[in-house]
């Protein structure tokens, strides 16, 4: 701290300002962001602990650990240096941009919606988030892209860029790859994971209904066929549940690990679960799904466009509290949480698309 800054404050608050190097550490986000809670039986009884989200225990066990923090992609060095006081014209260097930028794009547009003074803001981080997220997410590539005896085939490879599981936090986020075959007159051949205004991904088993989910896999060839990258939750009996104090286990747990993430040695709290365990070409920051499309009578050259998608709160999560507040009663906070839900379109952030043409 210089001796300007530092005797303003001092005169100001009384106080000696002296650097905190912890406020560099990762470990300091994890003070909130690493969450193990507490889940009950079916009698109400706590029956254990549950990882609710694990972001640093992810990042720990990564490449990025002793290599990046957390600040340093969530809070970005101000370019040029920056003032710390509006009482000083100073400028720092080393300062971090107070952005704290992640991947939710629907809480600012929740916010537009109340009508409250967060209007400006909401907009402003709105366009920060897209961003961050298109330059820093993840990277789309098409491979393999061939025709033949009227059967299309392309490898979808998705690279992780984060220092955590892709979706990582709170279990109501998922990212999902859209992959779609258009002919030469521009009319869709096929079309996975493509998705309407509540939210429900077309074709998803989850969306439609709660006791059952989309596996992790590895080839694709039916439109119902979804790679979404998710957990599932279920309760202590063994049902898929979106209530977090009966969230016992993950049956599904295929989120992209970062680079650097060992699954023989990983903690059991950040573990990869269901089939993505048997898929050799998912992990270490990467996975690659194969698509199959028969053209049928469709003629070329065809586009094929695939797009990664990213949405905070998945639609099975927003229909079981609707269902909740119309079985059991509610509470204001979720009266005008539903309410502002129903005026915003839950519709995905897209993170990258890539397209290729094939005869």
């Given at each position: 701290?210089?001796?300007?800054?530092?005797?303003?404050?001092?005169?100001?608050?009384?106080?000696?300002?002296?650097?905190?190097?912890?406020?560099?550490?990762?470990?300091?986000?994890?003070?909130?962001?690493?969450?193990?809670?507490?889940?009950?039986?079916?009698?109400?009884?706590?029956?254990?602990?549950?990882?609710?989200?694990?972001?640093?225990?992810?990042?720990?066990?990564?490449?990025?650990?002793?290599?990046?923090t957390c600040q340093d992609c969530?809070?970005?060095?101000?370019?040029?240096?920056?003032?710390?006081?509006?009482?000083?014209?100073?400028?720092?260097?080393?300062?971090?941009?107070?952005?704290?930028?992640?991947?939710?794009?629907?809480?600012?547009?929740?916010?537009?919606?109340?009508?409250?003074?967060?209007?400006?803001?909401?907009?402003?981080?709105?366009?920060?988030?897209?961003?961050?997220?298109?330059?820093?997410?993840?990277?789309?590539?098409?491979?393999?892209?061939?025709?033949?005896?009227?059967?299309?085939?392309?490898?979808?490879?998705?690279?992780?860029?984060?220092?955590?599981?892709?979706?990582?936090?709170?279990?109501?986020?998922?990212?999902?790859?859209?992959?779609?075959?258009?002919?030469?007159?521009?009319?869709?051949?096929?079309e996975s994971g493509g998705y309407?205004?509540?939210?429900?991904?077309?074709?998803?088993?989850?969306?439609?209904?709660?006791?059952?989910?989309?596996?992790?896999?590895?080839?694709?060839?039916?439109?119902?066929?979804v790679q979404i990258y998710e957990?599932?939750?279920?309760?202590?009996?063994?049902?898929?549940?979106?209530?977090?104090?009966?969230?016992?286990?993950?049956?599904?747990?295929?989120?992209?690990?970062?680079?650097?993430?060992?699954?023989?040695?990983?903690?059991?709290?950040?573990?990869?679960?269901?089939?993505?365990?048997?898929?050799?070409?998912?992990?270490?920051?990467?996975?690659?799904?194969?698509?199959?499309?028969?053209?049928?009578?469709?003629?070329?050259?065809?586009?094929?466009?695939?797009?990664?998608?990213?949405?905070?709160?998945?639609?099975?999560?927003?229909?079981?509290?609707?269902?909740?507040?119309?079985?059991?009663?509610?509470?204001?906070?979720?009266?005008?949480?539903?309410?502002?839900?129903?005026?915003?379109?839950?519709?995905?952030?897209?993170?990258?698309?890539?397209?290729?043409?094939?005869?």
């Amino acid at each position: 701290v210089s001796a300007t800054n530092a005797e303003l404050m001092s005169v100001s608050t009384s106080f000696v300002p002296v650097q905190g190097e912890h406020i560099g550490g990762s470990e300091l986000c994890a003070t909130c962001h690493e969450l193990i809670t507490p889940f009950l039986d079916e009698n109400g009884e706590i029956a254990g602990k549950f990882p609710e989200q694990t972001p640093y225990l992810e990042w720990e066990n990564s490449s990025y650990n002793g290599e990046k923090t957390c600040q340093d992609c969530h809070m970005p060095e101000a370019v040029g240096g920056m003032a710390i006081s509006t009482v000083s014209s100073e400028l720092r260097e080393g300062v971090g941009q107070h952005t704290f930028l992640g991947a939710n794009l629907f809480l600012p547009r929740l916010l537009i919606n109340s009508g409250d003074n967060a209007i400006d803001a909401s907009r402003v981080s709105m366009q920060l988030t897209s961003d961050f997220l298109s330059t820093q997410a993840a990277k789309l590539t098409l491979d393999n892209v061939s025709l033949a005896d009227g059967v299309l085939s392309a490898d979808v490879v998705i690279e992780s860029m984060n220092g955590h599981k892709l979706p990582t936090a709170y279990p109501s986020r998922r990212v999902w790859v859209y992959f779609a075959v258009l002919d030469s007159e521009n009319n869709i051949v096929f079309e996975s994971g493509g998705y309407d205004t509540s939210g429900l991904i077309n074709g998803n088993d989850n969306d439609l209904d709660g006791d059952i989910y989309e596996p992790h896999y590895t080839e694709i060839t039916d439109p119902d066929q979804v790679q979404i990258y998710e957990t599932i939750m279920i309760d202590t009996l063994g049902v898929p549940t979106t209530t977090l104090l009966r969230a016992s286990a993950y049956i599904k747990d295929n989120r992209i690990p970062p680079t650097g993430y060992d699954p023989a040695t990983v903690p059991q709290e950040i573990a990869i679960w269901g089939l993505a365990t048997e898929d050799t070409n998912f992990g270490d920051g990467m996975d690659t799904v194969s698509y199959r499309v028969d053209v049928g009578e469709a003629q070329g050259p065809f586009t094929v466009t695939t797009m990664l998608f990213h949405q905070p709160i998945a639609f099975r999560w927003a229909i079981d509290l609707l269902e909740f507040q119309q079985d059991d009663g509610s509470a204001p906070e979720i009266d005008t949480f539903l309410d502002l839900l129903d005026k915003t379109p839950n519709v995905p952030t897209m993170i990258v698309r890539t397209q290729a043409t094939v005869e």
